[in-house]
């Protein structure tokens, strides 16, 4: 070993190893190294790892990723664990090719969810949700508008919520489209738009907004950048906290919300179109997604969250 060599931290090795990544594959595959190897860099950072040179780093320093952060934490089920798990070691692998390690981490104590395991976000329980999200609007408004935009059009809260730009609304027709580079399935979709996110879109000044501006954008508004990638689930957090919801309430819980909604005034065809399901079987399984034209059904009638019995 030359003890006078800098030897390389994660970060400083990841965009070589990108690179030939970029080359190497589809866009898609190389976009899932590229969001993947972000979030274990968000993790190294969050657990003052990210200036350990990538030699250093121990299995206790990088399984409790997979363990905790992502199985645990996040309620990632067994495939998409696996998928986190070979393209992290596969910059280790890239790391050992370089001479920036001497080995590849054995990942020792590495427990992989059972297969089967449902690790779907909870629903929140009916009575809870008026008062959650009035909570929510009163004093988040960002928080509340990505929280109808998953109950209302089943956008993924991550990169197809956080990417997502004033020119992608369509209020005088009610039509949300979600461009190819920001869907999870990599092709584009237009999503019906109940008339009471129009008006919640309206609120929170999308009608009035420049085209480029991102819709959740790093103030709390909108902005020409984007909200940081963990952001919007920490903040939810919070709030599920404080109003004593299971830990099993995420922020992707709102998009479940909406499709459990949305099961009772819609087949299960147009409910795959709306939510973006690339097969009907996905659909019946999850009870989510649309794509296409505005159906006037859910335009007029979809369920407003934050309506009381009675009212």
Do not use: W
């Not at 972000?38 to 200036?51: A, G, H, P, T």
């Not at 779907?120 to 009035?134: F, M, Q, V």
């Not at 009772?264 to 989510?288: F, P, R, V, W």
């Amino acid at each position: 070993m030359n003890i006078f060599r800098h030897y390389k931290t994660f970060d400083e090795v990841l965009p070589a190893f990108l690179e030939g990544k970029k080359i190497e594959l589809n866009p898609k595959s190389y976009r899932g190294y590229v969001s993947k190897s972000q979030i274990f860099s968000d993790y190294l950072k969050e657990n003052n790892l990210s200036n350990v040179p990538l030699r250093k780093l121990s299995d206790t320093d990088v399984v409790p990723f997979f363990n905790k952060v992502l199985y645990t934490d996040r309620k990632l089920d067994r495939p998409t664990v696996k998928k986190y798990f070979e393209s992290i070691k596969a910059v280790f692998s890239y790391a050992l090719d370089i001479d920036e390690i001497e080995h590849i981490p054995s990942f020792k104590g590495l427990k992989f969810p059972r297969k089967g395991k449902d690790c779907s976000s909870t629903l929140i329980p009916t009575e809870s949700l008026p008062d959650l999200l009035d909570d929510i609007h009163d004093n988040d408004l960002q928080l509340y508008m990505v929280c109808c935009m998953e109950y209302y059009c089943g956008v993924r809260p991550r990169k197809e919520a956080r990417l997502i730009q004033a020119n992608a609304f369509n209020l005088k027709d009610g039509v949300l489209r979600i461009s190819q580079s920001n869907a999870k399935t990599g092709k584009a979709r237009f999503v019906t738009m109940a008339d009471d996110f129009v008006d919640i879109c309206k609120e929170y000044g999308i009608d009035k907004a420049e085209p480029n501006l991102y819709i959740f954008g790093k103030n709390k508004g909108l902005d020409t950048k984007p909200v940081s990638v963990n952001m919007l689930s920490y903040r939810f957090n919070k709030f599920r906290d404080k109003h004593g919801l299971s830990n099993n309430v995420t922020l992707y819980s709102m998009k479940h919300q909406g499709a459990s909604e949305l099961i009772k005034i819609a087949d299960l065809k147009t409910i795959q179109e709306h939510l973006g399901h690339s097969n009907i079987t996905s659909t019946a399984h999850y009870i989510k997604k649309l794509s296409g034209g505005v159906n006037e059904n859910i335009k007029h009638n979809f369920h407003n969250p934050r309506q009381r019995k009675g009212e």
